[in-house]
């Protein structure tokens, strides 16, 4: 885990986040916390790491998600180099990677 990361505003975003019980509340919520920009931008992310979980080429991905070829290497990097293993851990969660 990044320790850079761990503060008390974090935990309080990450509470606020798993106080969430529904997608209408998630909708509710980051339509204030997040511009449509970064909402599009992570879920962007969330999708091109299941892409490459399921051995999707990059012209594919690029595609079907509009992403770059940068952001797919950085999800890359994240999903297969790093030990914090988050897209894995919420991917594995996901009912089929689906939401």
């Known amino acids: 885990m990044n320790t850079k990361l761990k503060n008390d505003q974090t935990d309080f975003l990450f509470d606020a986040i798993l106080s969430l019980k529904t997608k209408e509340d998630c909708y509710r919520f980051f339509e204030d916390l997040c511009t449509s920009a970064e909402l599009k931008a992570m879920s962007q992310r969330l999708v091109v790491a299941k892409m490459l979980t399921e051995k999707k080429v ?36 996901i009912p089929n990677g689906e939401g």
């Open 58 to 93: 990059y012209t594919e991905i690029v595609k079907e998600t509009g992403a770059s070829t940068a952001t797919i290497s950085r999800v890359k990097r994240a999903l297969f180099d790093n030990d914090t293993y988050g897209y894995t851990l919420v991917l594995d969660r």
